[in-house]
């Protein structure tokens, strides 16, 4: 059993895409008992929100249902509970980093590090841009995702 938690900054737009997209690939592979999925911000301003229309139209277009999420902030609890901690930017990883007890440090990882394709950069946020931007980030998510199962199936499967 292991856990992972997708980070940006609203919880609105990039994390709950990767939670959808990540629960997928691990339903898909048979592996949703071992593998629990969850998306948390940074920010508190959307909590109790549902992800943004655009990130909910692009994520149903690749046969996703995202729309029954609910926005939340990261908590210290976060930190004993998930094993791999996904900041889609550095300054979310920085801001994870601030807030991580020392003993947790090492949980909290930038997603396109497990992107070979994409190795080291940041998912760009798309709220203020348009609707492209949304497909972009979706399919650096894809490929991030299939980066982070493959880790995840050599680390415990
Ligand atoms: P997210 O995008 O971090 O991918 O959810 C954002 C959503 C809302 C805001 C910023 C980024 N905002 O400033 O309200």
């Given at each position: 059993m292991t856990s992972v938690l997708f980070v940006c900054l609203g919880n609105i737009c990039r994390s709950p895409l990767a939670e959808g997209v990540f629960t997928k690939l691990v339903s898909d592979n048979r592996l949703a008992k071992q593998v629990s999925?969850?998306?948390?911000?940074?920010?508190?301003?959307?909590?109790?929100?549902?992800?943004d229309k655009r990130a909910q139209t692009t994520?149903?277009?690749?046969?996703?249902?995202?729309?029954?999420?609910?926005?939340?902030?990261?908590?210290?609890?976060?930190?004993?509970?998930?094993?791999?901690?996904?900041?889609?930017?550095?300054?979310?990883k920085s801001d994870l980093l601030n807030l991580s007890p020392k003993s947790?440090?090492?949980?909290?990882?930038?997603?396109?590090d497990f992107s070979s394709e994409f190795f080291?950069?940041?998912?760009p946020d798309p709220y203020y841009g348009g609707d492209e931007g949304f497909e972009q980030v979706f399919s650096m998510i894809e490929t991030g995702s299939s980066g982070l199962l493959t880790e995840i199936k050599h680390h415990y499967f």
């Open positions: 999925v969850d998306s948390a911000g940074t920010g508190s301003w959307h909590t109790g929100n549902p992800p994520a149903l277009v690749h046969g996703i249902d995202i729309s029954g999420f609910r926005a939340r902030q990261v908590s210290l609890r976060d930190f004993d509970r998930f094993e791999y901690i996904i900041a889609m930017d550095n300054s979310n947790a440090v090492h949980r909290v990882q930038l997603f396109m080291s950069k940041e998912v």
